[in-house]
C-alpha cells in the first residue's frame, strides 16, 4: 500500500525515507522492527492491523511469536509516550491486534486551501518565544503550531475536524490558540469565532460557548452574510443571539421549543452551509466547565459526514476533568476511538525553552545559562509561572535582562522568600497592590472571566469614568488583565472592556472577597445588569439568577432561574433546565411561606416536570415526585385548572410504571376535579386519561364511552396548545386509543378508519411528534390485522422521526413492531435480535406498561421460528407481568397463544391446551372484547374439532361468524367462517 513518506501526528513527525521519528526537533530513537512496525499501523490508520498481517510483513522470514510484537508495541509506546490503557496513539483490539487511532496528517500531499494559497509557516520568531502580557509568540511550541496548522489544511480541504487541546493551568493553552489564530487569520480569509466556558454556580447556560463565539462573530459590520445564513437555517437559536434579532425586545411569547436533536441539526446544516461560503475556526475554551449541551452538540457535528471547511480547537484541563467525572472525558475517549478527534497533550517547557524566552526578553542578547536553570528548577517549565516570575523579578526594567549574572545572584538570593508555586506568587503579586487597585479587582473576579468596566463600576457604587482609568492602568501593565472591544449594554451604556490575563488570577481574586462583601458586589452589579437589560433581561437571565443567588437576594433569585430554566427548555437543553429549576426550589425554601411563594413553586415544579419528562420519561422516580409535589400545590391554592396538568403527567406516570390501579384512581380524580369547572379546559383531559387507564385494565366498554366523550369535547381554541405543553396533540392521543380500544371489540374498519383520521390530523398540524405517535399507533392495528408490510411502513416511517426527533418511547417501541415484520417476513433471527433489543431499551428507562403485549409479540415471532419452548416461557413471564399491574387488555390473547403452543407441543389435544382456550374465551367475553373472543373461540373450535365434537364448535362460532358479518368482516373473521363452513 502507498503511502505518503512524510507524516505527521501529535507532536511527532516520521520520516519514512529516513526511517526517522522526530518530536518536534529532536529524533527519537527505535529499532528497525519498532518502526515497521510503526509503518504498518500508520499506513491504515484508524483501520485494525492483525497480528498475522504485522508478523508477515514486519517478520518476512523468521518464524516468531506474538511476543516479539508485544515487545515492539511496547517500544513503540514507551517513544510515543502512550498509555495501553488510555491510548492517544496506538490501541489494542483484544485478541486481533492494533489499530492507530490519532489523526495523521501526510506532509506531501497538497490539500485544498483559500486565501492566498500559500501552505502557513509558522515563523521561527514562534520557537524562540512565549507567551506573556508583552504579546510575544509560544516558546517551545513550533512543533504544536505546526499540529494546529495540520489540522486546518485539513478543515480547508473540506474535511472538518475536531481537536482538543489539553494542559493543565498555565502550560500555555490560550497563549498557543490565540498565537494560531492570529498567524492563521492573516493567511486565510477565514472566520474566527471564540467562546469560553465558564465556572458555573448551579446548572450552566445552554451552548453558552457556541453562542458566544456565534454572536461575537454577527456583531461584526461585515457579517451580514453570517447573520443572514443563520436566521434561515438556524431559526431556533435566532431568540437565544441578540445579535439576531431585528426587534430591540424579544417577543412576549416564545415559540413552541424546538426539539435538542432538531436544535443539534439545525446549527450543523448551517454551519455546513456557512463554510461553504468561507472556512470557520471556532474556539471553545476550557471545556472542564462546559454544559452537556455544548458537548452534545460537538459530538454531532464531529460524527456528521457531509464536507465542511470547519475547525474546532477546543482547550481543557484533564484533571479537573478527572476530578469533576466530566462527561468530556468520555467524550473524547469515544471520538479517538473512533478516529474522529485530534488531542495535543502540552507538556512543561524544557530548559533550552527557557533559555529562549529570556533572550527575547533581553532583546536578543543571551542571558547565562544559570539564568535559565534556576528559573527552570523553580517553575519547572511552567509557562505561566515563568513569566510571571520574570515579571516580578524585572519589574519595570527589562533591561535587567543584560545584567545575566546579576539577575542570577538576585534570584538565587531571594530563593528564600519567593514562592514555591504559581497560585502563591499570585498572592504574592496581588499583595503588591494598591488597596483601590484590589478592590476594583475583587469587583471584576464577581463580574467574571470577561467584564466591563461599567460592570465593576456598578459593582462597586463608582462613576465609570475612574474605574475604567484604572483598569486601563493595570492592562496596560499587563500583569492581571488584558483590554477586549468595548462594550454596550441595551440601555445605551458604552465602556471598556477586559478579561483576566488567566483564570488562576480570577479565582485567587475572587477566593480573597470576604463573603459580606461578596454578597454585596453580586446584587449590586445584578441589579445594574438588570436595569441595563430591561425588558431584555431574560436573555441573560443565567447570569442574573448567579448573581442573585450569590447577592442574597432569593425572590430574584428565583424569577430568573425560572426564566433561565425556560430559555433552556426552549432549547431542549433539558440537563440545564433540571439544574435551573431545582436550584430555583431550594431557593424558595429560604423563602416565607405565602400565596405568591406557592405559586412559584408550582411554576418551578411544572417546568422541573416538563423538563424530566423529555430528559428521563414519565416512568423516572423524580417525574412522579415532581408531579406529585404540584398536585399538591394546586390544592393548597385551589387551582382546579393547573391542577388538570399535574394530574395528567401524575397519571401518565404511573401508567407507565405499570402502576394501572393507581393511574386510574388519578384518572378519576382528574375527571372529579375538572367536573366541579362547567368551562374548564381540562374535562377532555379528564375523559382521555379515564378512557385510556379502562383501557389497559380491560374494561373496554366504559373506555370506549369516555374516549368518546373526550373527542366529542375537543377544541381546538381551547385544546391545542396542550400539545405543547403534553408534547402531543390530545386529540390525536384521543384517537389513537379509541382505536385500539374499537379494534379489540371487533370493529377493525372503524379501527382503521380513526387510525388513518389520526396520522392525517397530525400531519396536518406539522407537529412531529403527534405525527410520530399517530405512526407508532398504527402499527397496532396492522400488526393485529397480522399485516407485516403494514406494520413495516408504519415502523419505518416512525423510526425515522423518531431518530430525528430523539422520541425515545416512539422509538424503542416501533423498532419492536419492526422486528416482529422482520422476524414473520425475512429474517427470523434478525427480527427476534431487534425485538429483543427494543424491548431491552424500551423498560431501561423505567416504562412497565405494554410490556405484557410487547413480550406476546415476542414470544408470537418465537414460536413462528420454531422456538415453541422460548415462546411458551415469554408467555409465562407476560401472564405473571399482567398478573402483578393489572394490565389485562392483552390477556385473552396471551392465555389463547400460550394455549396454542401447548398444543402444538404435545402433537394433539391436551387438557392444559383445552383450560387455556376456555380461559381466553372467558377473559374475553368478560371483556366483552370480541375480536380476542373470537380468536379464542377459533382455537377451541379446532381443538374440539380434533377431538371428534364439531357440533360444539359449530354452535360455538356460528353466533360470532353472524356478528361479524352484520359489524364489518376481518381477516380473523373470515378464517372462522371458513372453519364453520368446513363444519
Known amino acids: 500500500m502507498t503511502i505518503p513518506r512524510k507524516i505527521d501526528f501529535g507532536s511527532f513527525h516520521v520520516d519514512l525515507d529516513d526511517a526517522r521519528l522526530w518530536r518536534g526537533g529532536d529524533p527519537v530513537h527505535l529499532t528497525n522492527k519498532a518502526f515497521h512496525v510503526l509503518q504498518e499501523l500508520l499506513s491504515r490508520p484508524g483501520q485494525l492491523v492483525t497480528r498475522e498481517k504485522l508478523l508477515n510483513t514486519v517478520w518476512t522470514r523468521a518464524y516468531v511469536s506474538d511476543a516479539a510484537l508485544a515487545v515492539c508495541v511496547r517500544e513503540l509506546r514507551r517513544a510515543l509516550q502512550d498509555d495501553a490503557r488510555e491510548p492517544h496513539y496506538i490501541e489494542t483490539v483484544r485478541g486481533r491486534g492494533y489499530r492507530f ?56 480541504a473540506r474535511r472538518r475536524h475536531v481537536g482538543f487541546i489539553a494542559g493543565e493551568a498555565g502550560i500555555g493553552k490560550t497563549t498557543l490558540v490565540d498565537t494560531f489564530t492570529a498567524q492563521a487569520g492573516a493567511r486565510t480569509d477565514l472566520w474566527v469565532g471564540h467562546g469560553q466556558c465558564i465556572q458555573h454556580y448551579g446548572a450552566g447556560e445552554p451552548y453558552l460557548p457556541i453562542l458566544e463565539a456565534l454572536t461575537r462573530l454577527c456583531r461584526d459590520p461585515a457579517a451580514d452574510s453570517l447573520r443572514s445564513l443563520l436566521k434561515r437555517h438556524a431559526p431556533s437559536w435566532v431568540p437565544q443571539m441578540p445579535a439576531l434579532l431585528d426587534a430591540p425586545e424579544p417577543p412576549r411569547e416564545q415559540p413552541p421549543a424546538a426539539t435538542r436533536q432538531r436544535m443539534l441539526r439545525e446549527l450543523a446544516e448551517a454551519v455546513e452551509i456557512i463554510t461553504a461560503q468561507k472556512p470557520l475556526l471556532l474556539v471553545l475554551e476550557d471545556l472542564q466547565w462546559c454544559d452537556t449541551s455544548t458537548l452534545e452538540w460537538l459530538a454531532y457535528v464531529t460524527r456528521r459526514r457531509d464536507p465542511a471547511r470547519l475547525l474546532v480547537l477546543a482547550t481543557y484541563r484533564p484533571v479537573d476533568v478527572i476530578v469533576r467525572e466530566h462527561p468530556l472525558r468520555s467524550l473524547v475517549q469515544d471520538l479517538k476511538r473512533r478516529a474522529q478527534c485530534s488531542e495535543l497533550m502540552l507538556d512543561y517547557l524544557p530548559q533550552n525553552n527557557v533559555a529562549d524566552y529570556l533572550r527575547q526578553r533581553a532583546g536578543g542578547a543571551t542571558p547565562p545559562d544559570a539564568l535559565a536553570r534556576e528559573l527552570h528548577r523553580r517553575t519547572n517549565g511552567n509557562p505561566l509561572f515563568m513569566v510571571t516570575l520574570v515579571d516580578t523579578l524585572l519589574g519595570d526594567q527589562p533591561s535587567q535582562l543584560q545584567a545575566g549574572e546579576q539577575l542570577v545572584e538576585t534570584l538565587q538570593s531571594l530563593a528564600a522568600s519567593l514562592p514555591e508555586t504559581l497560585r502563591q506568587l499570585i498572592e504574592q503579586q496581588l499583595d503588591q497592590l494598591s488597596p483601590q487597585d484590589l478592590a476594583l479587582l475583587e469587583a471584576a473576579s464577581v463580574a467574571g472571566a470577561h467584564f466591563s468596566a461599567a460592570a465593576v463600576a456598578a459593582a462597586v457604587v463608582s462613576p465609570v469614568e475612574p474605574v475604567e482609568a484604572r483598569l486601563a492602568e493595570l492592562s496596560r501593565r499587563g500583569a492581571f488583565l488584558r483590554e477586549l472591544e468595548p462594550v454596550t449594554w441595551p440601555d445605551g451604556t458604552v465602556s471598556s472592556a477586559y478579561a483576566f490575563v488567566h483564570t488562576l488570577f480570577e479565582d485567587a481574586l475572587y477566593a480573597r472577597v470576604p463573603a459580606a462583601r461578596r454578597s454585596r458586589l453580586h446584587a449590586h452589579l445584578g441589579a445594574a445588569l438588570e436595569a441595563a437589560y430591561r425588558a431584555q433581561a431574560p436573555v441573560i437571565a443565567t447570569e442574573l439568577a448567579m448573581h442573585f443567588v450569590r447577592g442574597s437576594d432569593p425572590q430574584r433569585a428565583v424569577d430568573y432561574l425560572l426564566q433561565a430554566g425556560g430559555n433552556a427548555l426552549q432549547l431542549s437543553a433539558c440537563d440545564e433546565a433540571i439544574g435551573h429549576f431545582e436550584q430555583g426550589l431550594g431557593c424558595i425554601r429560604t423563602l416565607p411561606e405565602d400565596a405568591r411563594q406557592t405559586r412559584t413553586e408550582l411554576r418551578l415544579q411544572n417546568g422541573l416536570a416538563a423538563a424530566l419528562v423529555t430528559a428521563r420519561g414519565y416512568a423516572w422516580p423524580e417525574t412522579g415526585r415532581a408531579f406529585l409535589r404540584a398536585r399538591e400545590l394546586c390544592a393548597l391554592l385551589k387551582n382546579d385548572g393547573q391542577t388538570a396538568n399535574a394530574l395528567y403527567g401524575l397519571c401518565l406516570h404511573h401508567l407507565d410504571r405499570g402502576a394501572i390501579d393507581v393511574s386510574h384512581q388519578v384518572a378519576e380524580e382528574a375527571l372529579s376535579t375538572a367536573s366541579r369547572d362547567a368551562h374548564s379546559a381540562a374535562l377532555p383531559i379528564a375523559y382521555r386519561l379515564l378512557g385510556t387507564s379502562q383501557f389497559f385494565l380491560g374494561e373496554f366498554d366504559a373506555a370506549r364511552k369516555n374516549l368518546e366523550r373526550a373527542l366529542a369535547l375537543y377544541e381546538p381554541g381551547q385544546h391545542r396548545h396542550l400539545m405543547f405543553e403534553h408534547g402531543t396533540d390530545l386529540r390525536v392521543t384521543i384517537l389513537c386509543w379509541l382505536n385500539r380500544v374499537l379494534c379489540l371489540l371487533g370493529r377493525q374498519a372503524p379501527a382503521e378508519a380513526l387510525s388513518a383520521e389520526a396520522r392525517s390530523f397530525a400531519s396536518e398540524l406539522s407537529h412531529a411528534h403527534s405525527v410520530a405517535y399517530a405512526l407508532r399507533d398504527a402499527c397496532f392495528i396492522a400488526q393485529f390485522a397480522g399485516d407485516a408490510a403494514g406494520v413495516r411502513q408504519h415502523a419505518e416511517a416512525a423510526i425515522a422521526l423518531a431518530r430525528e426527533h430523539g422520541f425515545s418511547y416512539e422509538l424503542e417501541e416501533s423498532r419492536i413492531y419492526l422486528g416482529w415484520a422482520v422476524a414473520r417476513d425475512d429474517d427470523a433471527g434478525e427480527g427476534l435480535a431487534a425485538m ?7 423498560q431501561a428507562s423505567g416504562s412497565q406498561y405494554q410490556v405484557p403485549y410487547f413480550l406476546t409479540l415476542l414470544a408470537d415471532a418465537s414460536v413462528a421460528s420454531g422456538k415453541a419452548d422460548a415462546g411458551l416461557v415469554l408467555l409465562e413471564e407476560a401472564l405473571e407481568r399482567a398478573a402483578a399491574t393489572r394490565e389485562h387488555w392483552y390477556t385473552a390473547e396471551i392465555h389463547r397463544l400460550r394455549g396454542q403452543v401447548l398444543h402444538t407441543q404435545a402433537s394433539g389435544p ?32 379446532r381443538l374440539w374439532v380434533e377431538q371428534g365434537e364439531p357440533d360444539k364448535a359449530h354452535a360455538l362460532l356460528a353466533p360470532l361468524v353472524t356478528w361479524f358479518e352484520n359489524a364489518g368482516a376481518t381477516p380473523d373473521s373470515t378464517q372462522a367462517a371458513r372453519l364453520l363452513d368446513e363444519l
Open 836 to 842: 429483543r433489543r427494543g424491548l431491552s431499551h424500551y
Open 101 to 156: 487511532v490519532a489523526t495523521v496528517q501526510p506532509l506531501d500531499t497538497t490539500p485544498e486551501s483559500a486565501g492566498d494559497g500559500k501552505p502557513f509557516e509558522p515563523g521561527s520568531r514562534a520557537h524562540a518565544q512565549t507567551g506573556d502580557a508583552h504579546g510575544a509568540d509560544p516558546v517551545g511550541r513550533l512543533a504544536e503550531l505546526q499540529q494546529l496548522q495540520h489540522w486546518l489544511q485539513r478543515a480547508l
Open 910 to 941: 391436551t387438557p392444559a391446551a383445552h383450560d387455556a382456550f376456555c380461559e381466553a374465551l372467558d377473559t374475553a367475553r368478560r371483556q366483552r372484547a370480541r375480536a380476542l373472543e373470537l380468536r379464542a373461540a377459533t382455537a377451541l373450535s
